[in-house]
């Protein structure tokens, strides 16, 4: 596609359920990142992959948190044990090379814990 | 850690008149200071740019500046219309060596631009 893909678009799940959240970068981009944004916040960050280097992992709120990324491909975020205070928009990024260019964001996923 | 802060968190004005939202940064590495544009229910978009070694760079109604001793950059939009409505966020990146870019975000500015 032409533009980073978010899947699903929107997501409600109870309370303790685990959840997965995909993105598709832009193809070639080598770059990831994954960002949270709370409603009516900022963009809070959470992980950044940069080709086959090791992610900075930093921004994880909880060991519930991880994420994936095979090669320059799909990522998934995944959260586990769902808590309330996981509610939030998660946006994924992409850009052509680590080094101070653009990033694409997706259009997010809406994750909603009841 | 590294730190982006933004100010004002909230911006009214009546169209035709200029905003002003400014942002500083912690680390004195970093080198790429984008502006992204978030309408409602879309993800963030670039509306400009600027790297360090610039000190201004201007597209038609908005323009960015950057004091590096200072560390701190503002975007400035001239002649404001009700399309300019959204919330802006400042960015900056460079944190990491290699070359790698991360970019940390600062809180937004809500832009209302009244009629």
């Known amino acids: 596609g032409a533009g980073v893909s978010q899947s699903p678009s929107n997501k409600v799940t109870e309370k303790g359920k685990d959840v997965e959240l995909r993105c598709d970068p832009i193809s070639g981009h080598t770059a990831l990142y994954w960002y949270r944004q709370r409603l009516g916040q900022g963009l809070e960050f959470l992980i950044y992959?940069?080709?086959?280097?090791?992610?900075?992992k930093s921004g994880l709120p909880s060991d519930r948190f991880s994420a994936e990324r095979t090669g320059e491909s799909v990522s998934t975020l995944t959260i586990q044990r769902t808590q309330q205070e996981d509610s939030a928009v998660y946006l994924c990024?992409?850009?052509?090379?680590?080094?101070?260019?653009?990033?694409?964001f997706g259009q997010g996923t809406r994750l909603t814990v009841v | 850690g590294e730190n982006v802060e933004q100010h004002p968190s909230t911006l009214s004005v009546q169209e035709g008149d200029s905003a002003v939202i400014k942002c500083t940064y912690s680390d004195s590495a970093s080198n790429y200071f984008p502006w992204y544009k978030q309408e409602l229910g879309k993800g963030p978009q670039l509306i400009i740019d600027i790297r360090s070694n610039v000190g201004e760079k201007k597209d038609q109604r908005i323009a960015v500046t950057l004091n590096k001793t200072a560390k701190h950059f503002s975007l400035h939009i001239t002649e404001t219309q009700p399309e300019d409505s959204a919330v802006y966020f400042c960015?900056?990146?460079?944190?990491?060596?290699?070359?790698?870019?991360?970019?940390?975000f600062g809180a937004g500015t809500r832009l209302a631009v009244h009629p």
């Open positions: 960015a900056a990146g460079g944190f990491l060596s290699g070359g790698y870019n991360k970019l940390i």
């Open positions: 990024a992409s850009t052509l090379t680590g080094v101070n260019t653009e990033a694409f």
């Open positions: 992959f940069q080709g086959n280097s090791a992610p900075d």
